[in-house]
């Protein structure tokens, strides 16, 4: 079996309990105008390029078969309408200027790099977590991969947004510990004009999620102007709470780590955005936390999708 991944993190602390690895798939069926990983929205593979980390040293331009660097006296540039994302000169770059965003990979290839750090594992209640991008994008590669993960005993998340049919989420359940959601916004203006969509199946599926009885934290990123109000992050709290397999609420205030990698594909961002003041942020919380059993935020922060 074959997935798409553009990332394995090792030691990390932000996507569930302990000390984890992160898998982070290709291809995501939501476009969150703040997108922190904005290589993970394409399913297909991307290239990165730095031009300022760029030394010189000209190995793409002779490794790469289309002819796509571009290297004249003042700048190098990549010709991204011919490049066809092979990603050999990412291999060839010592520098880093050019990254693969997007690798095939099977799921012992993934396996073998997440048993490596297994007794981290054991010793901080940690685990594997499957992020994206969409995971349940690829929810049959995603099946194998956490079946073989139980397997060898370890613990297991899912880190999803939630808009897709329902059945694809419900036949991953059995192979999955403990479900990390993604709810942005209630609102179906705000969410169809930061997300692209109205958000009326991720509500649905959050409602099947709270029923199902199984184990599920909820994320949302809070941004200034966009659901930093009493009314959505309240709101949301209120719905969860009723839940009792509702493990925590967690707020992620904004940052801007997203931009520079969204420059770095040839995109720009359209539209700029703020994490909420802090005292602000203190107050939804407040508000928040009177209707789950365990609110978590952090008022520097970690990363939202
Ligand atoms: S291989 Fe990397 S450092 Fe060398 S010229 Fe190409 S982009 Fe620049
Ligand atoms: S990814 Fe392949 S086609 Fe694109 S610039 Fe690099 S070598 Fe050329």
């Given at each position: 079996m074959i997935g798409t991944v553009f990332n394995l993190q090792r030691f990390s602390t932000a996507d569930g309990p302990g000390v984890r690895t992160t898998v982070f798939m290709k291809g995501c069926s939501n476009q969150c105008a703040w997108c922190h990983n904005p290589e993970?929205?394409?399913?297909?593979?991307?290239?990165?390029?730095?031009?300022?980390?760029?030394?010189?040293?000209?190995?793409?331009?002779?490794?790469?078969?289309?002819?796509?660097?571009?290297?004249?006296?003042?700048?190098?540039?990549?010709?991204?309408?011919?490049?066809?994302?092979?990603?050999?000169?990412?291999?060839?770059?010592?520098?880093?200027?050019?990254?693969?965003?997007?690798?095939?990979?099977?799921?012992?290839?993934?396996?073998?790099?997440?048993?490596?750090?297994?007794?981290?594992?054991?010793?901080?209640?940690g685990g594997v977590t499957i992020s994206g991008g969409e995971p349940v994008l690829q929810a049959e590669?995603?099946?194998?991969?956490?079946?073989?993960c139980q397997?060898?005993?370890?613990?297991?998340?899912?880190?999803?947004?939630?808009?897709?049919?329902?059945?694809?989420?419900?036949?991953?359940?059995?192979?999955?510990?403990?479900v990390l959601y993604d709810v942005k916004a209630l609102d179906p203006d705000t969410h169809l004009r930061y997300v692209g969509n109205d958000g009326r199946l991720i509500r649905e599926n959050l409602h099947r999620l709270g029923g199902s009885g199984h184990p599920f934290a909820v994320r949302t990123p809070v941004i200034a102007g966009v659901n930093d109000t009493e009314a959505e992050i309240g709101g949301i709290a209120r719905i969860i709470g009723q839940y009792s397999s509702l493990t925590y609420y967690e707020l992620l205030p904004y940052h801007a780590l997203g931009n520079a990698k969204?420059?770095?594909?040839?995109?720009?961002?359209?539209?700029?955005?703020?994490a909420p003041e802090r005292h602000h942020l203190e107050n939804l919380a407040a508000t928040a936390e009177s209707f789950v059993p365990d609110l978590r935020y952090s008022s520097s922060l970690a990363r939202q999708t």
């Open positions: 993970s929205i394409r399913r297909e593979a991307e290239i990165r390029f730095y031009p300022d980390r760029c030394i010189g040293c000209g190995r793409c331009l002779q490794v790469c078969p289309v002819g796509a660097h571009v290297s004249g006296a003042e700048a190098h540039n990549l010709d991204r309408a011919t490049c066809t994302a092979c990603g050999l000169c990412a291999s060839e770059c010592f520098a880093g200027a050019v990254e693969a965003a997007g690798t095939s990979m099977s799921v012992e290839d993934v396996l073998r790099e997440i048993v490596k750090d297994a007794p981290y594992y054991r010793h901080s209640g590669f995603v099946g194998e991969l956490l079946r073989a397997y060898h005993g370890l613990h297991t998340a899912l880190d999803t947004a939630g808009h897709y049919a329902w059945s694809l989420l419900d036949g991953l359940l059995d192979v999955v510990d403990l969204l420059q770095s594909l040839g995109r720009h961002a359209a539209e700029r955005f703020a």
